[in-house]
């Protein structure tokens, strides 16, 4: 799927052994309703994965039907939420996110095909608790858009920072100057960044 990304930023020698260890981008965009996306991104907020998976699987069991409709949500009392396992600020964002959702400031997944990316980023940030991450996050693993590079990502800073063995992650600004370069596939740049932050959870620190 990603052919042309890898090629691309082989060229680079920041990426070319990098590349040669993780293999092809395992990259897979999941198709569904930016509502949902956004709920979903909401959920992974400041927590890890397994436990935001917990919640979102807590608030599914609320719906018979599958992922709650923003009606849904909004009939719901807070209290059900905060049972799922969120936050009372996670609470406000779900029930902005679903209200927007019901006015249609939040596109359908067809509609939201038909926008470019920065709209789309500047659309989203007007609801309670969706920053520039979220909408990237949507515009990545929902949208499959292949030129984003979440320059606020903790993950993606420390990737680049242990590439180049730095001893400080770069500032989000510079690290857009530098990924400039990686055009039009930042956003597999940003998954194999992600692998090298990864990779190095993974050594063990010898022994003393």
Same mark, same amino acid.
């Given at each position: 799927?990603?052919?042309?990304a890898e090629k691309a930023?082989?060229?680079?020698?920041?990426?070319? !052994?990098?590349?040669?260890?993780?293999?092809?981008?395992?990259?897979?965009?999941?198709?569904?309703?930016p509502y949902e996306a956004?709920?979903?991104?909401?959920?992974?907020?400041?927590?890890?994965?397994? =436990? =935001?998976?917990?919640?979102?699987?807590?608030?599914?069991? $609320?719906?018979?039907?599958?992922?709650?409709?923003?009606?849904? /949500?909004?009939?719901? !009392?807070?209290?059900? $939420? #905060?049972?799922?396992?969120?936050?009372?600020?996670?609470?406000?964002?779900?029930?902005?996110?679903?209200?927007?959702?019901?006015?249609?400031?939040? !596109?359908?997944?067809?509609?939201?095909?038909?926008?470019?990316?920065?709209?789309? &980023?500047?659309?989203? &940030?007007?609801? #309670?608790?969706?920053? #520039?991450?979220? &909408?990237?996050?949507?515009?990545?693993?929902?949208?499959? #858009?292949?030129?984003?590079?979440? /320059?606020?990502?903790?993950?993606?800073?420390?990737?680049?920072?242990?590439?180049?063995?730095?001893?400080?992650?770069?500032?989000?600004?510079?690290?857009?100057?530098?990924?400039?370069?990686? =055009?039009?596939?930042?956003? /597999?740049?940003?998954?194999?960044?992600?692998?090298?932050?990864?990779?190095?959870?993974?050594?063990?620190? !010898?022994?003393?």
């Amino acid at each position: 799927m990603w052919d042309k990304a890898e090629k691309a930023l082989r060229r680079d020698p920041l990426f070319r !052994p990098l590349l040669k260890r993780i293999g092809p981008c395992a990259l897979l965009p999941e198709p569904r309703e930016p509502y949902e996306a956004l709920v979903s991104a909401i959920a992974h907020q400041q927590v890890h994965g397994n =436990a =935001a998976r917990a919640v979102l699987g807590r608030l599914r069991g $609320l719906h018979p039907g599958g992922f709650p409709p923003p009606r849904v /949500v909004l009939d719901l !009392p807070p209290e059900a $939420l #905060r049972g799922c396992g969120f936050s009372m600020s996670k609470v406000a964002a779900i029930r902005d996110i679903a209200e927007k959702a019901q006015g249609g400031l939040v !596109p359908t997944l067809e509609e939201a095909a038909t926008l470019e990316d920065e709209a789309l &980023v500047q659309r989203l &940030v007007a609801i #309670r608790g969706v920053g #520039r991450w979220t &909408v990237e996050m949507l515009l990545i693993f929902t949208l499959g #858009r292949p030129d984003i590079l979440p /320059v606020d990502d903790f993950g993606v800073r420390e990737g680049f920072r242990i590439l180049t063995k730095a001893e400080a992650q770069p500032k989000p600004r510079e690290l857009a100057t530098i990924g400039a370069a990686w =055009a039009p596939w930042r956003s /597999v740049a940003a998954w194999y960044l992600w692998r090298a932050a990864d990779e190095h959870k993974k050594v063990k620190p !010898p022994a003393p």
